[in-house]
C-alpha cells in the first residue's frame, strides 16, 4: 500500500519520530522503581547505590528516590543493575525469524543486537528491517550493509577479480542506497571468498560512500593468521584514506607464527589513533574461532598438499581444527581434522582435501571450529580501552560465543582471573558499542536514555555453552528490560517483543514505510 503521505523525506519523519518519543508522560501508574541496586552505569564510574526509575520506555530517574503512591518497586538487593548489552557483531538474522524472543540472547543481557557483518548482510535493508517493524523481536536490531553481498549484486558470478571503475562506481550507488535505509555502516569480510578478491581502491571508495552518510567500517580484515600485521596495515589505510570511524571485527592473532605478538599489534593500532585514526576493536573471549573449512588455506591452493601442509601446521595441525557441519557426512561432526585422518589411515593433509572434494560436490563447506589464539593475547587485547565485547555469535550458533559471551566476560576475566573490573567490562559491553554507533541514549544509565536494563548478579554469572552444547543458557542474569519492559525473567522469556529497528539516528518508526 503506497499512500502520499509516507513519501515525506525521511529526516523529516525522523525528528517527528524523536518528538514523539521524547514526550515524557511521566504517569506513575507506568513508571517502576528499581531499588537497592549497585549500579554500573556503563560509563566505567565505580559501582555505586542508587534507585532508578523507569517509565515510558526511558530512565527518569536515578538517585535516593522513594515510591510513589501505588508505585511498583523491584528489589534489586545483592545485584548490579547495567545498561542492556550491544553487541555489535551478531550473527541472527536469519535466527530472528525463527526465534524472535531470541533466547539465548536475552539471557546473557543483549538488549540490541547488529546483524549483517563480515560483508553479508540482508538485502535490500529495507525488506529486512520491515521485516523485523512486522514481526518485532524481544531485542533492538540494526544492520550493516554487506560489502560481499553488494560487490555479488554487481559482479554476480563472476567476481574472482579486481572491479572495473564502472562497477565500483556501481557498488557505492548500493552502498548509499543501504545508508539510505538505515543501514549502520558498511561491513567487510575480505578473508572469505567473494570479498578477498577486492582491491583496497574499492574498499576505500565504498567506506568512502558510507562515511559521507554517517556510516562506519566494520570489518574482518583480509587476515587473521601469519599476514596478520599486513591485513592491519591495509584497514589503517582504508580508515585514513575514507576518513571513516573503524571497528575491527573480532581482533585475534591466529595462528602459531602470529601467537604471543599481541604487544606489537597494539602498537601498530596506538600509532594510528595517535594519528587521528578513530579505531575501535571487539574481541571475543575464547581461544577458538569458528568459521569455514577454506579461511585455512590463505593462497586457495586447497588441493595442493604443500599449500595445505603449511596451513594445517600453522595451525598447529589437525588436531586444532574440529569440524561443526558439514551437510555431505553428518559422522564428521565433533571430530577433529586429525581424529579423521588416523580413522581413515590417511594423513591430514590427505583427510583436508578429501573434505574439500566431499564439500564442493555437495556444493557446500565444512564449517569449522580452529582453537588457535592463547591466552596471554586475548589478555592483553581485553585490557585495551579500545576493545569492546562482542560475540560474533547469535541464535543457533554452532560456537559456544553464540550464547555465553557476555557472562563469560562477567563470570571468568572479571570475577575469576581480575583482568578488568567489573565497571569496565560493562563500559565495554554498553557505551563503548553505543559510542562507535553515535548513540547518545542507549548504553549509559542517565535520565532520559532508553530503559534498557539488565540485573544480574555478580557473584554466581557464568556461561554454561560449550563447544559440545553451544546454547547451553548462562546462570545469573537475573532480569532483562529492552525499552523498559521486562523480556527476561527468572530463567525465561516473559514472551514480551518491544525490540525497535534502529539506525544511525536511533529508532526507526515510521521511516520505512
Ligand atoms: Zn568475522
Redesign the pocket.
Known amino acids: 500500500m503506497t499512500s502520499n503521505r509516507f513519501l515525506l523525506p525521511c529526516s523529516v519523519l525522523i525528528v517527528f519520530s524523536m518528538v514523539l518519543l521524547s514526550t515524557r508522560s511521566q504517569q506513575k501508574s507506568n513508571s517502576l522503581l528499581i531499588v537497592n541496586a549497585q549500579l554500573a552505569d556503563g560509563t566505567g564510574s565505580p559501582l555505586r547505590k542508587a534507585n532508578v526509575r523507569i517509565s515510558q520506555g526511558r530512565i527518569v530517574g536515578i538517585g535516593q528516590l522513594q515510591p510513589e503512591k501505588d508505585e511498583p518497586t523491584l528489589d534489586a538487593k545483592g545485584l548490579v543493575l547495567a545498561p542492556g548489552f550491544i553487541d555489535i557483531?551478531n550473527h541472527s538474522e536469519e535466527g530472528l525469524q525463527s526465534d524472535p524472543l531470541a533466547e539465548t540472547q536475552i539471557a546473557q543481557g543483549i538488549t540490541t543486537l547488529l546483524v549483517g557483518?563480515?560483508g553479508e548482510s540482508p538485502w535490500p535493508i529495507i525488506g529486512f528491517l520491515r521485516g523485523l517493524q512486522q514481526n518485532p523481536a524481544s531485542v533492538n536490531v540494526g544492520t550493516f550493509a554487506g560489502h560481499a553481498t553488494i560487490r555479488e549484486r554487481v559482479m554476480g558470478a563472476d567476481f574472482k577479480r579486481v572491479a572495473t571503475p564502472v562497477e565500483v562506481t556501481q557498488m557505492q550507488q548500493l552502498v548509499s542506497q543501504g545508508m539510505n535505509q538505515q543501514a549502520l555502516g558498511l561491513s567487510s569480510?575480505l578473508?572469505y571468498e567473494v570479498g578477498s578478491y577486492s582491491a583496497t581502491d574499492e574498499l576505500v571508495a565504498m567506506a568512502d560512500t558510507a562515511a559521507k552518510a554517517g556510516g562506519i567500517y566494520m570489518t574482518?580484515i583480509r587476515d587473521e593468521a601469519d599476514k596478520s600485521f599486513e591485513a592491519l596495515a591495509e584497514e589503517i589505510t582504508i580508515g585514513e584514506r575514507a576518513h571513516i570511524p573503524i571497528e575491527h571485527?573480532?581482533i585475534k592473532l591466529g595462528t602459531v607464527g602470529v601467537q604471543g605478538k599481541a604487544a606489537a599489534y597494539i602498537k601498530v593500532i596506538e600509532n594510528a589513533r595517535k594519528r587521528g585514526v578513530d579505531f575501535l576493536a571487539d574481541c571475543y573471549p575464547y581461544d577458538a574461532w569458528h568459521?569455514n573449512l577454506k579461511v585455512v588455506v590463505p593462497d586457495k591452493q586447497y588441493e595442493n598438499p604443500k599449500s595445505v601442509g603449511q596451513a594445517l601446521a600453522s595451525y598447529g595441525g589437525g588436531s586444532h581444527l574440529t569440524i561443526t557441519e558439514f551437510s555431505p557426512n553428518k559422522s564428521y561432526v565433533g571430530k577433529t581434522l586429525g581424529d579423521l585422518a588416523k580413522a581413515n589411515r590417511i594423513s591430514e593433509v590427505d583427510m583436508y582435501i578429501r573434505l574439500i572434494r566431499e564439500g564442493d560436490a555437495a556444493h557446500t563447506e565444512a564449517s569449522i571450529i580452529g582453537q588457535s589464539m592463547i591466552e596471554s593475547d586475548i589478555k592483553a587485547f581485553y585490557q585495551q580501552p579500545w576493545v569492546m565485547v562482542a560475540s560474533?555469535g547469535g541464535i543457533n550458533a554452532e560456537h559456544p560465543r553464540g550464547a555465553g559471551t557476555f557472562p563469560r566476560v562477567l563470570g571468568v576475566f572479571v570475577r575469576e582471573k581480575h583482568w578488568l573490573t567489573l565497571p569496565e567490562a560493562i563500559r565495554k559491553m554498553t557505551s563503548l558499542p553505543a559510542q562507535r554507533l553515535g548513540w547518545k541514549d542507549r548504553g549509559v544509565i542517565r535520565g532520559g536514555a532508553f530503559a534498557d536494563l539488565v540485573l544480574f548478579n555478580p557473584d554466581t554469572v557464568i556461561d554454561r555453552s560449550t563447544y559440545a552444547n553451544p546454547t547451553a543458557l548462562p546462570t545469573g542474569i537475573e532480569k532483562v528490560f529492552v525499552n523498559g519492559v521486562l523480556v527476561w525473567d527468572s530463567g525465561k522469556p516473559t514472551g514480551v517483543r518491544p525490540g525497535l529497528v534502529l539506525g544511525l539516528r536511533g529508532p526507526v518508526l515510521n521511516t520505512l514505510n
Request: proline letters at 10%; aromatic letters at 0%; glycine letters at 10%.
Open positions: 557483531h557483518p563480515d569480510g578473508e574482518h571485527s573480532h568459521s560474533d
